[in-house]
C-alpha cells in the first residue's frame, strides 16, 4: 500500500525539517504549528475519556497543498500538548487524492474518526466518500471504509462532515455545492453512524432569505449556544463588500433557531466570525464542564499564503489560540480559552496618554486595552502590522507579500476595549470581551516590538507569555 511506502519519507521529512522549523524566528513559541510541511484546517476537535485531542491537515512533505493527511495532538489541558501518531493516511481508492477535513465522536467508548475521502480522475472530474476510521489500542486509527457516498444533484465538492449525537440518532452537516454551482450545506441523520438518511438543505446560497452566497460553503459546525443555534461555515464566493468579506475566503456564522423534527434551520444574515486577515474552517467542541470550544486555522486558502516567509524553512501556517464561546443577543462571542492564563508571567501595568507608553517586546505578549478619552490609538508591530484604533472602528493595516501594498481590514461599531494575544508571527485582537475578532500572521525582523502612538489617554495591563512546545 501507499502507506508502507510513504512512511519512511515522512519520518524524514520530520526528522530534517523539524530543526530547520525551529531556527525560524517566525515560528511559534506556544501556538500550535506543523513540525515540516504545510498544515491547514483543524478536524476532529473532541474531548474525549479525559484529553482534549485535535486533529490537523497536514502535508509532511512539504508545503504545497497535497498528500493530505490528519496529523493528531492531544492535552490534558489545553495548554500543553504532546503528538500522537499519525491518524490518517491517503492510502486506499476511495481517499486516494487525500483524507480531508471531518470530524471526531465517541461512539460507545471508541474514538471514531469521519472524513472526507477525496478522488480525483484524469479527465478532471472527482468524487467524495464519507468515511469513518476507529482507534485502535496503539493509537492509530483502522479504517472501516466509505459510509456516505457522493450525494445525487451535486457536484463533487462534497466533504467535511461535522457529526454529533441528540438523543438517540446521529447527525452530519456536509458543505457541499449542486449542481448549479451554489454552495450548500446538508442535513443528514443516522442510528448507527454506518447508513445515513438524507435530511435536505438546512442552509446555503438562495436559502431561507440568503441571495447569492457563493459556490460552495465549506467546514459547516452547528451547534446550540445559550438560546440561540449556531451554524459556522466558510461560504466560498461571497461577494466583498467595501470592509466585510474581504478575504479570499471568508468565514461566517449564521444565528438562528434549528428544529430537529422538522429538519430546519431559520436563521439571520451571514456574519464574518473573524475580521482579520487569516481565519478559515473553524470547528468547535464541548468541554467536560458544558464549555464551547473553537480552533481556527490561521490561514486563507487561495490568497497570498505561499509568499509567507516561512516557506524558505520548510513549514507554513498555524492554529489560533483556543477560544470559548458564548451567546449575546444572537451574536457568537469569542474570548481566549481561560487556560491560557496559565502562561502569564508577571503582571505590568500602564496608564496615560498613549504617545508616551512605553515599548513592549511582542514576541509573546497578553495585552488588555481600554480606552479612558477621546481620541486615537495606533499599535505599530515592529513596522509591519498597524492597528490603528478609534472609539467607534478599527482598521488593521498590512502590506501585501505579493506587491507590497498596504492592504486594510475592518471592524466597525464600537471598540472600547482590546485583548490582543502575540507570538512570534500572529496578533489575535479580541474586541469587547469577544464582541469581535481580528486574526492575522505578521512577519517581522525579531525582536519585535510593539510600540504606541496617538492623542487618546489609555488603561493598559500586560503579561509576557512563557513559551510552551508541544511535546
Given amino acids: 500500500m501507499a502507506s508502507t511506502t ?189 447508513n445515513w438518511q438524507s435530511l435536505g438543505e438546512i442552509a446555503g446560497s438562495g436559502l431561507n432569505g440568503i441571495g447569492d452566497a457563493g459556490y460552495m460553503w465549506e467546514c459547516p459546525d452547528l451547534f446550540a449556544l445559550g438560546g440561540k443555534t449556531f451554524l459556522l461555515c466558510c461560504p466560498q464566493g461571497v461577494e466583498r463588500e467595501e470592509k466585510r468579506f474581504l478575504n479570499a475566503h471568508p468565514s461566517a456564522y449564521l444565528s438562528g433557531e434549528f428544529d430537529y423534527a422538522r429538519a430546519s434551520f431559520q436563521h439571520g444574515p451571514l456574519n464574518e466570525i473573524d475580521a482579520g486577515f487569516e481565519f478559515y474552517a473553524p470547528q468547535t467542541t464541548l468541554t467536560a464542564d458544558g464549555r464551547r470550544l473553537l480552533v481556527g486555522w490561521m ?51 500602564y496608564q496615560g496618554n498613549a504617545a508616551a507608553a512605553p515599548a513592549l517586546n511582542a514576541q509573546r505578549l497578553e495585552l488588555e486595552l481600554e480606552l479612558e478619552s477621546a481620541g486615537d490609538v495606533t499599535l505599530n508591530f515592529a513596522d509591519t502590522l498597524l492597528v490603528e484604533w478609534r472609539r467607534d472602528a478599527l482598521r488593521l493595516a498590512r502590506r501585501s507579500l505579493q506587491t507590497g501594498e498596504w492592504l486594510y481590514r475592518y471592524w466597525q461599531g464600537d471598540a472600547h476595549k482590546l485583548q490582543i494575544l502575540c507570538d512570534s508571527s500572529s496578533v489575535e485582537i479580541f474586541i469587547n470581551e469577544g464582541e469581535g475578532v481580528m486574526s492575522s500572521r505578521y512577519f517581522p525582523t525579531q525582536p519585535a516590538q510593539l510600540t504606541f502612538s496617538g492623542s487618546a489617554e489609555l488603561r493598559a495591563r500586560y503579561w509576557s507569555l512563557r513559551p510552551c512546545m508541544v511535546e
Fill in 6 to 194: 510513504r512512511l519512511p519519507a515522512i519520518l524524514q521529512a520530520v526528522m530534517k525539517g523539524q530543526p530547520q522549523a525551529l531556527r525560524d524566528d517566525h515560528y511559534p513559541a506556544w501556538h500550535l504549528a506543523p513540525v515540516t510541511g504545510l498544515l491547514n484546517d483543524p478536524n476532529g476537535f473532541i474531548h474525549f475519556q479525559g484529553r482534549y485531542h485535535l486533529f490537523y491537515q497536514w502535508n509532511p512533505l512539504g508545503c504545497e497543498h497535497k498528500y493530505k493527511c490528519w496529523g493528531h495532538w492531544s492535552s490534558a489541558d489545553l495548554v500543553q500538548w504532546r503528538h500522537e501518531p499519525i491518524a490518517l493516511m491517503p492510502d486506499e481508492e476511495y481517499d486516494r487524492n487525500g483524507c480531508y477535513s471531518g470530524s471526531a465522536v465517541d461512539n460507545q467508548g471508541k474514538l471514531t474518526l469521519c472524513y472526507t475521502g477525496n478522488v480525483k480522475f484524469d479527465d478532471g472530474g472527482r468524487t467524495a466518500w464519507q468515511c469513518l476510521a476507529v482507534q485502535n489500542a496503539e493509537g492509530g486509527f483502522d479504517k472501516r471504509g466509505p459510509v456516505v457516498p457522493l450525494p445525487g444533484g451535486y457536484t463533487g465538492h462534497v466533504r467535511d462532515p461535522k457529526v454529533w449525537r441528540h438523543e438517540h440518532h446521529w447527525y452530519m452537516v456536509l458543505g457541499a455545492q449542486d449542481l448549479e454551482l451554489q454552495g450548500k450545506v446538508l442535513l443528514l441523520r443516522s442510528e448507527n453512524l454506518w
Fill in 299 to 349: 490561514g486563507v486558502p487561495d490568497g497570498e499564503e505561499m509568499h509567507q516567509p516561512t516557506t524558505a524553512y520548510g513549514w507554513i501556517h498555524q492554529m489560533t489560540c483556543v477560544r470559548e464561546l458564548s451567546e449575546q443577543n444572537g451574536k457568537l462571542y469569542q474570548q481566549p480559552v481561560r487556560e491560557l492564563q496559565a502562561l502569564r508571567g508577571e503582571e505590568e501595568r
